[in-house]
């Protein structure tokens, strides 16, 4: 399902995101960078020990921000990574970290000039965020961003299942009507 924002392409796939072809693919870290499960033990193992070599330069990262290194043998020849929120009731400043780890990346990705990248669902996994919760902040945060960004071209979301999938096309749609 793709989406035009502004002169930007808005694309949700189901896939695995070792294998997308941006520019970047986003990893969704830990704080320690120090991989683990998930969409980070996924990247890490197809991308190669170069990826841990750079995470362990730079020593970690906090909630909400974000940081990149090389792709190693993936397509993508970088990889953002950031750290989303562990959701623990929703009182806990959740929202605003979860939208701040997909912003830090957006802005990460301008910084260097970069055109397109993909993002998994950050928080959804092992951080157990709401799915519904999760996308429509995933959503709006790229939409915004987009609109008021002319450099980037494509982002895609790169779910892992169906139902993640139908989740997110399903809050795309509502995000669109209330345009
Ligand atoms: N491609 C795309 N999405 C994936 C892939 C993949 N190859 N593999 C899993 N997902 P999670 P979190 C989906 O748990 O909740 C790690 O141990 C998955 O189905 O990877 O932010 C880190 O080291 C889910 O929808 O990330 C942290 O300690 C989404 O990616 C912690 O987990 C995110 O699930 C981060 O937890």
């Given at each position: 399902m793709d989406t035009k924002i502004d002169n930007s392409t808005l694309s949700l796939i189901q896939g695995d995101i070792t294998q997308q072809d941006t520019e970047a693919i986003v990893n969704a870290a830990n704080a320690r960078l120090a991989g683990g499960g998930g969409v980070d033990g996924a990247i890490h193992a197809a991308g190669g020990p170069s990826i841990m070599?750079?995470?362990?330069?730079?020593?970690g990262c906090p909630t909400g921000q974000a940081v990149i290194t090389v792709g190693g043998s993936l397509k993508a020849r970088y990889v953002?990574?950031?750290?989303?929120?562990?959701?623990?009731?929703?009182m806990n400043g959740e929202a605003a970290l979860l939208k701040s780890a997909y912003l830090e990346s957006l802005r990460l990705?301008?910084?260097r000039g970069l055109k397109s990248l993909a993002f998994p669902a950050i928080s959804s996994g092992v951080?157990?965020?709401?799915p519904n919760q999760s996308a429509r902040i995933a959503l709006k945060t790229v939409m915004d961003y987009l609109r008021e960004h002319k450099d980037i071209e494509l982002v895609r979301f790169v779910l892992f299942n169906q139902s993640m999938y139908d989740i997110f096309a399903e809050e795309l749609r509502k995000l669109r009507g209330n345009l």
């Open positions: 070599a750079e995470c362990r330069k730079i020593g953002i990574h950031t750290v989303g929120p562990v959701y623990q009731g929703g990705a301008s910084a951080y157990a965020y709401p």
